[in-house]
């Protein structure tokens, strides 16, 4: 990919002191000019990436129609920090891959390289930067990519689930900025064309759209970080930061890195609210903590359901969870220990939801969830190239026992794990199973024989206490 032009204005948010009148002037007419050019450019490109985040790429996982594609990794990093693409194709055929590495204002890496069938390859990418991020194409079948970042101190993994298209739309919930949190919005625009977007903040008290940020232009082919504690810093009744990025010209795609002096954790955008939504988890110690968002303009009732392997419990408690319109909250947790959740929302009103997990030495993760059950999923590892303590979960949000086929896929081709064909599921239920493998990564193709479940990943890099955890992947035939 060739670097994209760079746009007057573009660099950042601007100061949020008072500057004289004259200068704020000239700030806006600039980013006016910078929009309008930009309309003019809307539908001029004609980039690879243009043509194939199409209606075939847009609709996710799909391996027998998508035999090209894109996945979108806002993954960050840091000074002296660690990252990782996992690519695993779960195929018969092999598939050539394109990976480009973007970073505040230009492409930092372009690479290409062949993924063969029933194969797992992880390339090293930058993650020295919070503004890194990476774009994956695919050609001639379907792979599924994840991102995994390590950070040196403190010493914490990430695990990201990478996006399979741009959306008008992007939900970042997990962004805390109190005490101790170190926290970036991450944005990239992998596209020929520039971009336009807002920024809206939004705590249980405050609503915070910074001028600098509506609208903020990115250029083509780069990625930038905003820094969440220099826009809202949790005050006194505030520990809920949630972001909304809203396109007006262009595509691009949002997450969320979180630093804290136990870890890190990051958090690809959700992008559709849901009237209910299942969200796998497992592997963590202690409480879990819900985070909701109700974007609309009623008032939503909410529902919480945790799901483990012995039944399931309300968790939400004897009352409903409201949220009014616009409000954000976040909600402990006290259910089943280790166990996954059902969000119903009552009223039907769409809310959109995450769970943030803490491993047994304080590390934690975002994961988000699902509204609609799948029959296949790949679920990626939430590990480096070193190694852990890999788990599967499966989540049966349905009426009726279900039996799952497990298909482990590593460096070296499919690894035996006869224990793991026909794991029964009952209705209602989570289970956790860790992964054999000797240590090493390894991806799990997973196939529901009756019904549609939900899959997610946890992981103790090196076997230790640190903690990553993600959503998998959806197949949809």
């Known amino acids: 990919m060739a670097e994209g032009p760079l746009l007057p204005g573009s660099g950042g948010p601007e100061p949020s002191a008072a500057t004289p009148g004259s200068a704020r002037t000239a700030r806006v007419r600039r980013r006016l ?38 996945w979108f990794c806002p993954h960050g990093g840091s000074p002296g920090w660690s990252g990782w693409i996992v690519v695993t194709n779960p195929g018969s055929a092999q598939v050539k891959v394109r990976l480009t590495q973007l970073t505040d204002r230009r492409v930092r890496a372009v690479s290409e390289f062949a993924v063969p069938p029933l194969r797992q390859v992880y390339r090293e990418v930058s993650a020295s930067d919070p503004a890194d991020a990476t774009a994956v194409e695919y050609f001639g079948g379907w792979v599924g990519v994840g991102a995994i970042i390590r950070s040196s101190s403190p010493t914490g993994t990430a695990a990201e689930r990478c996006e399979p298209a741009a959306r ?45 940020l509506r609208p903020y232009v990115l250029p083509a082919h780069s990625s930038v970080a905003f820094r969440l504690n220099d826009i809202a810093l949790e005050g006194p009744g505030e520990s809920t930061v949630t972001v909304e990025v809203d396109q007006r010209i262009g595509r691009v795609v949002a997450g969320g890195l979180v630093q804290t002096p136990d870890g890190i954790r990051a958090e690809a955008g959700s992008d559709t609210p849901s009237k209910s939504s299942a969200i796998p988890a497992g592997g963590y110690a202690g409480a879990a903590q819900l985070i909701l968002y109700n974007p609309g303009q009623d008032r939503a009732e909410v529902t919480v359901v945790s799901s483990g392997r012995t039944g399931q419990k309300l968790a939400s408690g004897p009352n409903q969870i409201s949220l009014a319109p616009g409000e954000v909250k976040t909600v402990p947790m006290e259910g089943l220990p280790g166990a996954a959740v059902l969000v119903q929302s009552d009223n039907g009103q769409s809310i959109i939801s995450a769970l943030r997990l803490t491993g047994a030495g304080g590390d934690e993760a975002t994961v988000s969830g699902v509204a609609v059950p799948s029959r296949a999923w790949l679920a990626l590892p939430a590990l480096s190239p070193s190694g852990g303590r890999s788990i599967l979960v499966l989540q049966n949000p349905g009426r009726t026992s279900d039996r799952i086929d497990v298909q482990l896929i590593g460096a070296n081709g499919t690894v035996p794990a006869p224990r793991l064909r026909a794991v029964l599921i009952p209705p209602g239920r989570t289970i956790s199973l860790v992964l054999p493998g000797g240590g090493k990564p390894v991806s799990a193709l997973v196939r529901a024989t009756r019904g549609t479940v939900v899959v997610g990943t946890a992981a103790n890099p090196g076997g230790g206490a640190a903690y990553a955890a993600s959503l998998g992947v959806q197949i949809r035939a």
């Open 33 to 70: 000019i910078a929009v309008a050019i930009l309309v003019t450019a809307v539908g001029a490109s004609g980039a690879a990436l243009d043509h194939l985040v199409g209606p075939r790429a847009a609709a996710g996982g799909t391996p027998e129609a998508a035999a090209t594609g894109a």
């Open 168 to 212: 008008r739309t992007w939900y970042v919930l997990d962004e805390p900025t109190g005490p101790g949190d170190t926290t970036f919005l991450v944005v990239m625009n992998p596209f020929a064309q520039d971009a336009s977007f807002d920024v809206v903040v939004r705590t249980e008290l405050r609503t915070i759209a910074p001028g600098a």
